[in-house]
């Protein structure tokens, strides 16, 4: 065993003697290349003198980058995260003057501007070279990783440590792809833009894939909270107004997705999918895991390891991962400007404007958030956790703005595929065998905005059905993206409730939108209305709405006949009477009438709800936001999402088909059923709840309830 921890430690000497050699090299090209750089004195070195100079500057960097740049960043925790990021280089940049101050008689100097360069080369080439040395060194890589993550766990006094030996049940790895059709995927998998997928489908003990249904809310809020809390229960959509208090409920607002995480959590009596040694990564809720980074429900808590940005350090604390992130963030911010430029010179159709800070917010979502989650993720697996659920956005903001089956959305799903390939490649190694399934909570349908289609927005067009004034210029609600109020978080701004609806007079009716699902409520009517009322007040609005070449049909509570589906043509079918493929649902499909007559029960649905026109020959939509890929409604592919699972598990349908060969699984919660039998099959059953106290549910010390045990 002695000889075991010599043979380790020369070879870790040998590796940290390499990366200073790489480095030194790296120093003495910058120096002849860069004329604001020089490593020797003014009158002039010895070859040897300034290659000694270079060895000092590049040892004491990398010193100074080791045990002061995880300091740094710590400390700059309360900084925003993208501002943390802009920070990177001239940190970085200031730490290189630091180290060239550092060398005898003053012979290294910089200009800020140059250190700044220098410093990011130097960081980039030794992590590549000490990730190059380790990755040769299968055990050396596992190690090292494997003691980072342990060194977290024990610092934040969670878990137990891992041995190493790669044995012992296996964990699981929950990847969703937010907003990935399951005929995208396939689709992707076909063409070689996605080979790992196409890998895990096309070898036949590998992976199977199956596509999923939604319920009418075919939105993120919904389906991840089905999917890890067991419950989809009162989410009519991905925000709607609630009389009782006069809120506007929005899915992706802190504060919205803590009390719909509470509400879950007292429905469901148990904590969710992860309680039992758990990791939530980058998903709206927390699913009862006791590791959170990036969890939007705990955006707003306090305490250690709650805030919403505590992922950011694992990650920034690294100054290769910093520089590495900023400068794909900066060349992602050009790619959408180039790209949207291109589709404007094309004139693409449908098309909306991507300009002001959405470079931004693609960036972050495709390069920032990506980067976090996918480190933390590999972080859970050598630390040995039981089951992580991470979600990636990247996809489903692009095709928002480029179209779900855009050469911009493709160009993401390959850089997804990547981030897949790299968390197979790390689960070799890790303490313990890991089983990978990939999912989506949703898809996506294509379809020019109801706006850009008819030249007025939903909301005006209830105003007109109302007899209220109408603006010139339509108003358009703002996009339900995932990424654009995770950006607010991080900049420490305010989410806001959706455009002006909030400040409507209790005369107004509140119309708020989620994607092709539109909804509209009237506040100064006590409870939901009815479509009497609503006809004695407002004789036009509802035959104005039902009769629009853009709008499917509505759905509306009726005094006499119970609620109804209204249509075009004065078609009036209640809703116990709904049958798919005939009325107004006759487009949308299998499973339309029992997701209306489901949602009908939710005491949160809308006075009226409105499901945007669908076409089954193209697949098209219109939605009420600025998107040209939308999801929220019924309609498409958008209901349509996959689950690709390896074959050592247990089918995921089996248990719901009965003697139906054609059986689907059927909303999110049952997938969590799904889920959760597969954690018992390897982990053993799931930790119980005890008790629920209505508002103190959620545990004091993680943000998720308490378990018995």
Known sequence: MSDGRWR????????????????????????????????????????????????????????????????LVRALLIVPALVLGMLVFFLNGSLLLVALRLIPD???????????????????????????????????????LSRLADRRRRRSGTGRGTDGGGSGPPGTVFIQLDGVGHDVLAQAAADGVMPTVAHWIEDGPGHRLTPWRTDWSSQTGASQLGILHGSTFDVPAFRWYEKETG???????????????????????????????????????????????????????????RRSRAGYFAYFSDPANSVRTALSFAAEVVREIVQSTRARLRQDTPRIKRGGLYPFIRAFATVVERDVVVSAVIGDMFAGRTAVYADL???????????????????????????????????????????????????????????????????????????????RRAQRTKSASEARD????????????????????????????????????????????????????????????????????????????????????????????????????????????????RTDTFPHVADVMVNSMYDPETGCVHAFEEQIGSHGGLGGRQSRPFL??????????????????????????????????????????????????????????????????
């Open 486 to 597: 995770a950006v607010r978080i991080a900049l420490h701004r305010p989410v806001e409730a959706g455009g002006t609806e909030g400040a409507a007079t209790p005369s107004d009716p509140i119309v708020l939108a989620s994607g092709n699902l539109g909804l509209i409520s009237f506040p100064d009517i006590e409870g939901r209305a009815a479509r009497e009322q609503l006809d004695r007040r407002h004789p036009a609005l509802l035959a104005t709405l039902a009769d629009h070449p853009g709008i499917g049909f509505l759905l509306v509570r009726s005094e006499r006949h119970g609620s109804v589906v209204l249509g075009r043509g004065g078609a009036e079918i209640p809703v116990a009477e709904l049958k798919d493929g005939e009325g107004p649902l006759a487009p949308f499909g299998p499973g339309a009438a029992a997701a209306v007559r």
């Open 8 to 71: 380790t430690a020369g070879s870790a000497l040998m590796r940290v003697i390499a990366v200073w050699a790489v480095s030194t090299l790296t120093l003495l090209a910058l120096a002849g290349i860069l004329p604001d750089f020089q490593l020797q004195s003014d009158n002039g070195d010895s070859i040897t003198k300034i290659a000694f100079t270079a060895a000092w500057g590049a040892g004491a960097f990398g010193l100074l980058s080791a045990l002061v740049w995880p300091v």
């Open 247 to 305: 809120d506007v409920v929005v899915s992706n607002r802190p504060a919205s997705a803590l009390e719909l995480q509470r509400r879950a959590i007292v429905r469901t009596r148990d904590g969710g999918l992860l309680t039992l040694d758990g990791a939530s990564r980058g998903n709206l809720f927390s699913g009862g895991a006791d590791q959170l980074a990036l969890v939007l429900s705990m955006a707003a808590r306090r305490g250690k390891g």
């Open 393 to 471: 956005v990247a996809y489903d903001e692009v095709a928002h703005h480029s179209g779900p089956h855009s050469r911009d959305a493709a160009k993401v799903l390959a850089r997804l595929d990547r981030s897949l390939a790299l968390i197979v490649k790390v689960a070799e190694h890790t303490p313990r065998p890991y089983r990978i399934v990939l999912l989506s909570d949703h898809g996506q349908s294509p379809g020019e905005t109801f706006a850009g289609a008819y030249g007025l927005t939903l909301k005006d067009l209830v105003r007109a059905g109302c007899g209220l004034p109408v603006p």
């Open 644 to 709: 690709l699972w390896p074959r050592s598990m247990s089918d995921p349908v089996a248990s719901h088909a009965s003697a139906d060969p054609d059986a689907e699984l059927v909303g999110a919660e049952q997938v969590h059923e799904v889920l959760r039998r597969w954690l018992r099959e390897c982990s053993g059953p799931q930790v119980p709840l005890t008790a629920i106290s209505g508002a103190d549910s959620t545990g004091e010390e993680d943000g998720t309830v308490q378990a018995a045990g």
């Open 106 to 144: 003053g012979r290294g100097d910089a200009n800020p501007e140059t250190a700044v360069v220098v410093a990011a080369v130097m960081s980039a080439v030794a992590s590549a070279t000490s990730t190059a040395l380790a990755v040769r060194d299968d055990n050396a890589y596992r190690r090292r």
